[in-house]
């Protein structure tokens, strides 16, 4: 059998940009395991939406959202992500 996620309720389904991280060279050092703070907002892909969204976004849009209000389970052993269209902030898309 084939599932497929498709958010309801308002909610978008979107994942993690992958980012590129410099390498920064610092003078201090941290020790091993040291968590260091998420940014509060940032950029992520949207997947899906739910048929009664009313924002203006499709599949492939970026969108800037709260990190804090980003809802993570486990479907088809791989974690999903899921907003709910009042928590995004800005749709940025490519011109």
Same mark, same amino acid.
């Given at each position: 059998?084939?599932?497929?996620?498709?958010?309801?309720?308002?909610?978008?389904?979107?994942?993690?940009?992958?980012?590129?991280?410099?390498?920064?060279?610092?003078?201090?050092?941290?020790?091993?395991?040291?968590?260091?703070? $998420?940014?509060?907002?940032?950029?992520?892909?949207?997947?899906? $939406?739910?048929?009664?969204?009313?924002?203006?976004?499709?599949?492939?849009?970026?969108?800037?959202?709260?990190?804090?209000?980003?809802?993570?389970?486990?479907? $088809?052993?791989?974690?999903?992500?899921?907003?709910?269209?009042?928590?995004?902030?800005?749709?940025?898309?490519?011109?």
């Amino acid at each position: 059998m084939i599932y497929s996620l498709e958010p309801v309720n308002r909610y978008l389904l979107i994942q993690e940009i992958e980012k590129v991280e410099e390498e920064k060279s610092s003078a201090v050092l941290l020790p091993d395991g040291l968590m260091t703070q $998420k940014p509060v907002h940032e950029y992520y892909e949207v997947l899906n $939406k739910a048929g009664d969204c009313n924002i203006d976004v499709e599949s492939g849009d970026f969108v800037v959202v709260s990190n804090n209000m980003v809802e993570r389970f486990k479907f $088809k052993e791989a974690e999903q992500l899921m907003i709910l269209e009042n928590y995004v902030l800005a749709v940025v898309r490519m011109n």
